[in-house]
């Protein structure tokens, strides 16, 4: 009975171990984006709290759970208030599916609890934007539904390829596979447009039309302030770490116990900081014209092309 109990005891402390690591990953996320725009833009950025300003991101954690928290008079309260929470949780639970050799979870169908998780974040913007009873935060709702619709195709089509490639929807393949050779020196253009997707999926510049502040005052989280517009940002830094831990994962060899691993990941997070400091935002038009007229017909080519490739040498 008492090895029963740690033997469930154990999974929970890990989980629980692993959310808070990503939790303080996020806090110095934040830190080096404002840190690195302040730097693109000739400027400081945050240096007065702390030792050259590190604990900033603390301070702002703080200031934010302990501000006074408002509600639309309006607004569909319950549904208003537990979709911030529900969107980190969903965020938080795409991290249980990481290939830990130490089995925490064994997910042997991983691939697809990710593609669920991801999916299923779009309610949660939707939710947010249609229960704030704002026409702002409705309009920025249904552009980011499109627009995560749109290119969850061509993120499926790319991990279809990458599936084919390892015969497998274990994260487990992606390490024994790329060994001897990464796949971004086979794929090179699917690792780009993987990344431009993965920059539309975490609603980041040049595709941030969900909170396009220049002409929707802040999007879907217009009328949310304190805690919970606090949640919904760092599930979008979450969901930001976890597609570059998965980009390291499909294309920069899956090795998760190397140190060099997480400089990869670091690496991309910094990219994700350095499109948002150097690109303008695209025109909405464009960004679906990308989607459907650009990403989707290459993905369906080089899903095309392995399948091909497969049978040949097969």
Not at 19 to 30: D, E, P, S, W, Y
Not at 131 to 148: E, F, I, K
Not at 207 to 224: K, M, T
Not at 261 to 269: A, G, M, Q, R
Request: hydrophobic share 55%.
């Amino acid at each position: 009975m008492f090895l029963m109990m740690i033997d469930l005891f154990m999974p929970f402390l890990s989980s629980l171990l692993l959310v808070i690591c990503v939790m303080i990953g996020v806090a110095f996320l934040t830190l080096l984006e404002r840190k690195v725009l302040g730097y693109i833009q000739i400027r400081k950025g945050p240096n007065k709290v702390g030792f050259l300003g590190i604990p900033q991101p603390f301070s702002d954690a703080i200031k934010l759970f302990t501000k006074e928290q408002t509600y639309p008079f309006m607004s569909n309260y319950l549904i208003y208030y537990l979709s911030p929470v529900f969107s980190l949780f969903l965020s938080l639970l795409g991290w249980m599916c990481i290939p830990y050799f130490i089995k925490l979870f064994s997910f042997n169908l991983g691939i697809l609890f990710f593609l669920c998780c991801l999916s299923m974040g779009v309610y949660t913007v939707m939710i947010a934007g249609w229960s704030s009873n704002s026409n702002y935060a409705l309009l920025g709702g249904l552009r980011a539904v499109a627009q995560t619709i749109s290119y969850e195709v061509s993120l499926a089509l790319i991990l279809l390829s990458l599936i084919f490639l390892v015969g497998g929807y274990n994260f487990f393949y992606f390490f024994y596979f790329q060994l001897n050779i990464w796949f971004m020196i086979m794929c090179f253009p699917l690792g780009l447009v993987w990344f431009c997707t993965s920059l539309a999926e975490t609603n980041r510049t040049p595709f941030d039309f969900a909170e396009g502040e220049s002409e929707l005052v802040s999007g879907f989280n217009v009328e949310y302030s304190s805690g919970g517009f606090a949640l919904i940002f760092l599930a979008e830094y979450s969901s930001i770490l976890f597609m570059s831990m998965l980009f390291c994962m499909f294309f920069l060899g899956g090795d998760i116990f190397s140190f060099f691993f997480y400089l990869k990941l670091s690496l991309i997070s910094f990219l994700f900081i350095w499109v948002r400091g150097t690109l303008p935002r695209f025109r909405y038009d464009k960004l679906m014209y990308l989607s459907w007229k650009s990403f989707l017909p290459f993905s369906l080519n080089f899903l095309v092309i392995v399948i091909g490739m497969k049978i040949f040498l097969l």
